[in-house]
């Protein structure tokens, strides 16, 4: 690719702002195209981690067993909308094939390429749009039931530990001393000290939007309808406003990413992976650190703006309305095991995880057009793996003597 002067970002999200603000530091031209670009997209709601020690790929060797009892639990991680189960399956089929022991071992190193530089990425950004002193070293604590559960999960703290993250095993005592508000039911904790956590991550990406507007950068408020496509470049995008040109165009529309690839000849399977959660204004109880609550899998965090209890992962498509009674159930849950949690008050809310069955994001260059890159995919772990993106795609397509390496997440990998 020759290099750009300028670019078009589709999606103002935490994803595409950070790739917006990696291209505008090298000096280019940037528009950022987004059809809702202050409204309540998936990198505003969600739990606010940084969660840099999860290298770990979500589908594991037999973890297929487990299917079933969640899809049974009510209360459970997991549900698939029926009428959605036709168009879930090849992505379902392919889930489960990367939890061969091989595919996981590629994939894990894959996620720890980024998740080694998160920090390196973020730190000189938030500096720079006064945000660093909002994103605290508050680290993580995995809870338990009973020790044997932690030795249950030992695949995915070996995979950890492979990679070098640290973690220390905290008993009862030691759980309950760092946090006086977990009931008697959990009996044994991991602390992962390197998870950081943002106080409030719509304020980051309203913060880091205003910053890129104040630089100079383009906010256009318009749907994305087509890719110009024309000699095997993609010269820009088509709205209903008109159309916008540029040398470079980067797809970072989250879940709703795939219709722009496949408009390019390259489909790749993308689901929503939604998540539900409930944010406790009054929450009556303090927290030093996010919980992640293992075996019932739900995430507690605590935010400027009041304790977010949430998780889920429900696979309905992007169009079916939301069913908050999942985040009802993990307030009830999360009761059972904060007892003076105070749940008066909280605001419901439901985001779209843009999730690959292989864990990994979709970015790099296309493969069939020259001016096309992506940035999607990211699932679970959007908000860690924004700024690395952001600066990953930039070096890989402006800085060839830093010699970035994409391979593994190009959207090649799917045809
Ligand atoms: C409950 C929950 C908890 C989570 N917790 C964490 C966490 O603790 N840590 C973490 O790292 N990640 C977490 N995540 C994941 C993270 O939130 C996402 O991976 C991340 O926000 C995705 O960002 P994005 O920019 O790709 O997508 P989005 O934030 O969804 O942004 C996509 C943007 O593209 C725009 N768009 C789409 N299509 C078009 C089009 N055709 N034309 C114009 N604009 C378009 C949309 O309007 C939207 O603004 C969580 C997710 C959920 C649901």
């Given at each position: 690719m020759q290099q750009p002067q300028t670019a078009i970002v589709v999606g103002a999200g935490m994803v595409g702002l950070c790739c917006a603000y990696a291209l505008h530091l090298r000096g280019i031209k940037v528009t950022i195209v987004d059809r809702d670009p202050v409204g309540d997209k998936t990198s505003y709601g969600n739990a606010g981690a940084l969660a840099i020690s999860e290298c770990v790929p979500h589908s594991l060797p037999g973890q297929m067993w487990s299917i079933p009892k969640w899809l049974l639990d009510p209360m459970g991680p997991l549900s698939i909308r029926p009428a959605h189960i036709p168009q879930f399956m090849p992505w379902l089929l392919s889930y489960l094939t990367h939890s061969r022991k091989k595919n996981v071992a590629h994939i894990a190193q894959a996620l720890q390429a980024i998740h080694c530089r998160v920090s390196a990425d973020y730190d000189p950004m938030l500096q720079s749009i006064g945000y660093a002193d909002k994103v605290w070293d508050k680290g993580c604590i995995r809870v338990y039931d009973h020790y044997k559960s932690f030795k249950a999960n030992a695949q995915e703290w070996q995979i950890r530990k492979q990679h070098g993250q640290e973690y220390e095993l905290l008993g009862e005592t030691d759980l309950r001393a760092m946090e006086p508000a977990i009931g008697k039911a959990k009996t044994f904790g991991v602390l992962q000290p390197q998870w950081r956590i943002i106080d409030d991550p719509k304020a980051l990406v309203g913060c880091l939007r205003e910053w890129l507007l104040s630089q100079g950068v383009a906010l256009i408020t318009a749907n994305v309808e087509a890719l110009i496509m024309q000699d095997k470049r993609v010269e820009g995008v088509k709205t209903p406003i008109g159309k916008y040109v540029a040398d470079l165009t980067v797809v970072a529309a989250g879940a709703w990413s795939k219709q722009l690839a496949k408009q390019a000849g390259e489909s790749c399977l993308l689901e929503s992976e939604r998540g539900y959660n409930t944010t406790l204004p009054y929450p009556n109880i303090s927290l030093g650190h996010e919980l992640l609550f293992a075996e019932q899998m739900f995430a507690v965090s605590p935010l400027s703006i009041g304790i977010r209890v949430g998780g889920a992962s429900e696979f309905a498509g992007l169009t079916a309305a939301p069913n908050y009674k999942r985040s009802g159930n993990l307030l009830h849950l999360a009761k059972r095991y904060l007892p003076d949690l105070n749940t008066e008050n909280g605001r419901q809310w439901m985001g779209h995880r843009p999730s690959t069955p292989d864990s990994l994001p979709v970015l790099g260059p296309s493969v069939k057009w020259r001016g096309l890159a992506y940035a999607f995919g990211h699932a679970h772990l959007g908000m860690t793996q924004a700024a690395s993106s952001g600066q990953m795609l930039a070096e890989a397509l402006?800085?060839?003597?830093?010699?970035?390496?994409l391979t593994a997440y190009s959207i090649g990998r799917f045809s």
């Open positions: 402006l800085e060839p003597d830093k010699a970035t390496d």
